[in-house]
């Protein structure tokens, strides 16, 4: 939030500090503790992953490097269920990474060619990364930024004001982001609670 509170604040700052403050206060310390086990927990049958190479089931898995991330040509109906480690990588790359290479001079990258983590604590590394490397890239973007055309980058979209793909790109990550915080409740209430008396007396 701004720093001083009878000051008016600009529109560059309240879009920004939408994702600030739950980044910050909701959704960073929520991913503290994140385990192997919960990264990689199949909550259904035929869960999308991420994968050693080699072993995935899906049609199409994507990735360079060791680990591969479960997909398909088309989008399946009904869709799977996808893991903890599946959804950090979809808010890594296809919602941050490959905005802020289309808009804010990132390094170019996309989902296929993205090295993905094999570990919680590399996917939460990556994802830190690049949620520092958007919110440089929306306030560099100041007042004026915020109204010029998102361009090309953006398909059909590209007359839309970037204002527009910033908030966007923050509903995305906190969408996202709230069911990776579902997905650990899940896991760590998966199994049934131990009764506390014998059912021959209740």
């Not at 199409?60 to 989008?75: K, L, Q, S, T, Y």
């Not at 949620?131 to 953006?154: H, K, Q």
Request: overall charge negative; hydrophobic content about 40%; glycine content about 8%.
């Amino acid at each position: 939030m701004t720093t001083n509170p009878t000051a008016t604040p600009g529109w560059n700052e309240l879009l920004l500090d939408q994702l600030t403050f739950h980044w910050e206060h909701a959704l960073r310390p929520r991913l503290e503790g994140l385990t192997d086990d919960e990264y990689l927990w199949e909550p259904a049958d035929g869960a999308w992953s991420i994968r050693p190479r080699g072993t995935s089931t899906s049609p199409a898995p994507i990735g360079v490097g060791a680990f591969e991330r479960d997909d398909a040509p088309d989008d399946p109906d009904p869709a799977p269920v996808t893991t903890i480690a599946w959804r950090l990588a979809h808010i890594t790359v296809e919602v941050l990474a490959m905005r802020s290479a289309s808009h804010f001079g990132r390094e170019a990258t996309d989902y296929e060619s993205w090295a993905y983590a094999g570990t919680a604590a590399e996917a939460l590394a990556q994802l830190d990364r690049e949620v520092d490397t958007w919110r440089a890239g929306v306030l560099a973007l100041g007042e004026d930024g915020l109204a010029r055309p998102c361009g090309p980058a953006e398909g059909p979209f590209g007359d839309l004001p970037m204002a527009a793909l910033v908030l966007h790109i923050h509903r995305e990550v906190i969408h996202h982001g709230a069911e990776i915080c579902l997905l650990r409740d899940l896991y760590a209430h998966r199994f049934p609670s131990t009764p506390t008396t014998d059912p021959k007396d209740a």
